[in-house]
């Protein structure tokens, strides 16, 4: 089989590279992708490979069982159901993943893994670790050359069929570049997952991808695009930085960087239709949970409610049905819990208990409550440790304005007394030297209010890092040591947004020009 790999011809051609190429067993690609894996994901995924609808793409090595070779270190089997027991015993055994990885690349699939194993392989990994990845959301709009149309919610959401699409983004790629492309279900998301893997080669063979090992084997030429159901933004996992210079960077012809462009500009292209032409724009948030792009990207959340207005977004679940915002008649415990209200009975109990304890007590209590209460109704039910819905980063750009506080003022000496003389000719000079002084102080009043109306900006760049920001944050405002009443609402996380510029209190695109803010 070897020998047919080594004897083909590779030639140009403009077709896509196959899900069945193979790749042999001790690629470096293929050694990495496998290594990520743990025990269990190893032994997971060759049970899929051995399923009956992917054998046309994953088949294993099979020998009748007569050719069987005795000193063969991993005797391979005769049938697809001998490979299956094999691997459901070693899930109730004990042992390593070295055994289990040794078993895969040296004996049963000995002679390579196809391009649809390897994505396969691929998906097991972001399954198993779903903050492997940052993601980026990307706008998917009409542009500005399209027809004027009624913009409705059916025509802002464009109609996505995946065959159609990938076909088209096929088309708008260059000749000189090959891309293999999976789509796959999440399993836990409402979105589908397409993994890319460009690669810089006219040929789409095997005998090429063998021959290409050090461009292959660089990690940054796969990424992954998600596409969440019947929303106008598209996720792009992306290494990038949330900094500005990172996005000014120039990109070098034959990068991965730059191949991801190319792959990338054909996106909007790919949706678009006759009459119908469509551009993608970046927005202000980025994460590594997709589930955090979900929440604030995903079906019906374009209309940025969230934080406490997450609540009129609530279609669904316990939540819609008890905390709905728009029911007239909500129950007192409602208020007790959001907005600190209490009833007779309530505060009667309150009254006498404090009567047990110290003022001091009592009034930490109150305290706590109070910060609890602010917190309440600043982020609602959202910003929780543990929801898996956390931002990684916020990065922000203030650009306000700052008055001067460097500016000499007029001081007065109210204690110096001017004794007027008794001759004409003294009154006289007296009187030029206090208009002239009187003129003095008016030229400095005049440039003191001129130099209180200019302004300075300096460069001020706030970032917050961890695992769940907004939580962070809201544990800060139960603390104390954020001020909940006056804090802004981009830290609550009601835009929805992960990085910007601040000016006079709003949030614009990090993008924008400098000049059109002042």
Not at 28 to 51: C, E, F, G, I, K
Not at 366 to 377: C, I, V
Request: overall charge positive.
């Amino acid at each position: 089989m070897t020998e047919s790999l080594h004897e083909s011809l590779s030639y140009g051609t403009p077709l896509p590279l196959p899900p069945s190429t193979l790749l042999p067993s001790s690629h470096p690609t293929v050694t990495r992708t496998l290594t990520r894996l743990t025990r269990s994901a190893l032994l997971s995924l060759a049970l899929d490979w051995l399923s009956d609808v992917n054998q046309p793409l994953t088949a294993p090595y099979l020998l009748p069982q007569n050719d069987i070779e005795s000193n063969d270190i991993f005797p391979p089997a005769s049938s697809l159901d001998q490979l299956r027991v094999l691997y459901n015993g070693l899930e109730r055994r004990m042992g390593t993943k070295k055994d289990v990885l040794d078993r895969i690349l040296e004996g049963d699939w000995r002679f390579g893994i196809s391009l649809y194993a390897l994505a396969m392989a691929d998906m097991q990994f972001l399954n198993t670790h779903p903050s492997s990845q940052k993601w980026q959301a990307w706008e998917i709009s009409l542009s500005s050359s399209s027809s004027p149309v009624e913009q409705s919610f059916e025509s802002r959401v464009p109609r996505f069929h995946p065959p159609t699409f990938l076909r088209n983004m096929q088309l708008e790629i260059l000749p000189d570049i090959k891309v293999h492309f999976n789509i796959d279900r999440s399993d836990k998301l409402p979105l589908l997952i397409l993994r890319v893997l460009v690669l810089e080669s006219p040929y789409s063979t095997s005998f090429s991808l063998m021959h290409n090992v050090v461009r292959f084997s660089n990690s940054s030429r796969v990424f992954y695009i998600a596409f969440p159901d019947y929303s106008p933004y598209v996720f792009i996992s992306s290494t990038n930085t949330l900094s500005v210079d990172s996005l000014l960077s120039k990109k070098k012809v034959g990068s991965s960087r730059y191949l991801r462009e190319l792959v990338l500009e054909a996106i909007p292209k790919a949706y678009s239709k006759p009459g119908e032409r469509y551009s993608i724009q970046r927005t202000m948030l980025s994460a590594r949970s997709l589930e955090a792009l979900v929440e604030h990207r995903g079906n019906g959340r374009t209309n940025a409610a969230s934080g406490i207005w997450s609540s009129y977004a609530e279609t669904n679940g316990l939540e819609a049905k008890r905390d709905n915002p728009l029911n007239s008649s909500l129950t007192t415990s409602y208020f007790q819990g959001c907005y600190g209200f209490t009833t007779k009975e309530t505060s009667g109990t309150t009254r006498k208990v404090a009567k047990l304890t110290t003022s001091n007590i009592k009034r930490k209590s109150e305290s706590n409550d109070f910060k609890l209460s602010l917190a309440q109704k600043r982020f609602g039910g959202s910003a929780i440790p543990t929801d898996g819905k956390g931002i990684n980063r916020l990065f922000v750009k203030i650009v306000d304005p700052f008055s001067r506080t460097s500016i000499n003022t007029v001081h007065f000496n109210y204690h110096q007394t001017t004794r007027l003389p008794e001759k004409p000719h003294e009154r006289n000079s007296i009187r030029k030297k206090s208009l002239t002084h009187l003129k003095n102080q008016r030229n400095q009043t005049k440039g003191l209010e001129q130099a209180q109306t200019e302004s300075w900006r300096p460069e001020i760049s706030i970032s917050f890092s961890g695992s769940h920001v907004i939580a962070g944050i809201r544990e800060l405002v139960e603390c104390g040591i954020i001020d909940g009443a006056l804090m802004p609402g981009w830290m609550t996380g009601e835009q929805g947004i992960s990085e910007g510029i601040i000016r006079n209190g709003r949030i614009y695109n990090l993008e924008m020009n400098f000049k059109s803010l002042k």
